[in-house]
């Protein structure tokens, strides 16, 4: 028997006002695709904003497509938070013909990270300690980000996840604070 096989990617970008989201399905010709909607239920929302989209989609979701934004909108970009969206994508019969995702955002994380980065004064010569000591705690923090990531949308463990994901944000907040 044929069917859709449906996949979405959201890839982490560092535009923190903008999450983008693509549809990476494989579509049988045997069988019509309709009634295609994009599920969004944002980190601390029950309730899921839906996005009418075309197949083959790759879609750029604002803050105000999320709801989260309700004036200036298409003038002015507010961010999206970091945390865990759960996304889902259906084809008619929709009940029957969805993916659902757990998504762990973490541009505003990664954007403090490379703040940070920055600032380490690095050359091409092996650094002193005190640099070393730094870029070790900041390959640390990245690991955390990355573990907790693959908490949320591989072990789909999202309080795990959040938790590994607070942590990394406490101490990238630390190395900031010592950068003042």
Same mark, same amino acid.
Request: aromatic share 8%; glycine share 4%.
């Given at each position: ?5 449906l ?6 970008v ?12 494989v579509y049988?010709?045997?069988i ?21 989209v ?31 969206y ?12 969805y ?8 541009? +505003?994380? $990664? @954007? *403090?990270y490379?703040? #940070?980065? !920055?600032g ?35 072990c789909?463990?999202?309080q ?9 944000? +406490?101490? $990238? @907040? *630390?190395?900031?604070c #010592?950068? !003042?």
């Amino acid at each position: 028997m044929a069917n859709h096989i449906l996949s979405l990617e959201v890839p982490t970008v560092l535009n923190t006002c903008v999450m983008t989201v693509m549809d990476t399905s494989v579509y049988t010709d045997l069988i019509p695709v309709v009634c295609e909607t994009l599920t969004i239920t944002v980190p601390g929302f029950t309730s899921s904003v839906e996005l009418s989209v075309n197949a083959g989609f790759i879609q750029n979701i604002t803050a105000c497509d999320l709801g989260l934004q309700t004036t200036d909108c298409n003038v002015n970009y507010i961010d999206i938070p970091d945390g865990v969206y759960i996304i889902k994508y259906s084809v008619s019969p929709n009940d029957q013909v969805y993916v659902e995702y757990n998504h762990l955002r973490i541009s +505003k994380a $990664l @954007n *403090k990270y490379n703040k #940070i980065l !920055c600032g380490v004064d690095v050359n091409a010569c092996d650094p002193p300690f005190a640099i070393k000591e730094k870029l070790e705690a900041l390959r640390l923090i990245f690991m955390y980000l990355q573990a907790a990531k693959s908490k949320v949308e591989t072990c789909h463990e999202p309080q795990k996840g959040m938790t590994l994901y607070n942590y990394a944000m +406490k101490l $990238l @907040n *630390k190395m900031d604070c #010592i950068n !003042c």
